[in-house]
């Protein structure tokens, strides 16, 4: 079936260090990739997206890359801040059940001064 | 900028008891959804609905839930006989189509069961 594999956390990291959360999924066809960004005590957004193999997905200084060849929707950015602490979630839709939206298990993301 | 609202933010009910969770899903979306997310873990998939019908639902959406478009604008999420691990946050979310677009969620309501 379906899925979605994120790396673990807690990562912690010091401001403006380079950051990357690995994401790999599993899906017939192409699924359309996403991340998701939920603060303490908030709800989820949309962080960024991608609809079709080689698309680029950024926001924020957030970038994503969908590689179809390795199956992989990594997050990154060059530089994070203190705001950056949150949970990030890698989440697809796929082509073969279209009406959901599945989602990693979150990788929660803490930024020291 | 349009946002899907939920109602209440937090609720507190006791075991047995049936509750129903409330939502307005942005005004010219045609897919809705309810997910939950227990203890800041993972966010799991409920139900969809489109077209007043349940499109999808996963093993957890058990005969104790339902759902429901009552009017033009809310759409509903109940548990009948609320058992304690029903305690979550339980986020609604809305899409244009489903297809390949990315889903936008409320902020969530917190279910407590004691």
């Known amino acids: 079936g379906n899925s979605v594999t994120q790396m673990e956390g807690p990562v912690t990291l010091s401001e403006e260090a380079f950051l990357t959360i690995n994401c790999t999924y599993t899906?017939?066809?192409?699924?359309?990739l996403f991340w998701y960004v939920q603060y303490p005590g908030e709800g989820l957004q949309l962080l960024l997206k991608a609809t079709k193999a080689d698309d680029k997905g950024s926001n924020k200084g957030f970038e994503a890359t969908y590689r179809k060849e390795t199956t992989s929707f990594h997050l990154e950015k060059g530089s994070v801040q203190v705001s950056d602490s949150a949970v990030y979630f890698c989440a697809l839709r796929s082509e073969s059940s279209a009406s959901k939206i599945i989602f990693g298990s979150g990788t929660r993301l803490s930024i020291r001064p | 900028e349009p946002e899907v609202t939920q109602t209440p933010s937090h609720q507190v009910t006791q075991m047995g008891q049936e509750v129903i969770l409330r939502c307005v899903p942005i005004?010219?979306?045609?897919?809705f959804y309810w997910y939950r997310q227990i203890l800041g873990q993972k966010v799991e998939f409920l139900v969809s609905?489109?077209?007043?019908?349940?499109?999808?639902k996963s093993e957890i959406f058990d005969d104790q839930f339902s759902v429901e478009r009552p009017d033009g604008s809310n759409f509903t999420l109940k548990i009948r006989s609320t058992k304690l691990e029903d305690s979550a946050m339980y986020f609604c979310a809305s899409s244009p189509l489903p297809s390949n677009t990315e889903a936008f969620f409320g902020q969530g309501t917190r279910l407590t069961v004691v």
């Open positions: 899906a017939t066809g192409y699924p359309s």
């Open positions: 005004s010219n979306h045609l897919y």
């Open positions: 609905f489109y077209n007043n019908e349940i499109s999808e």
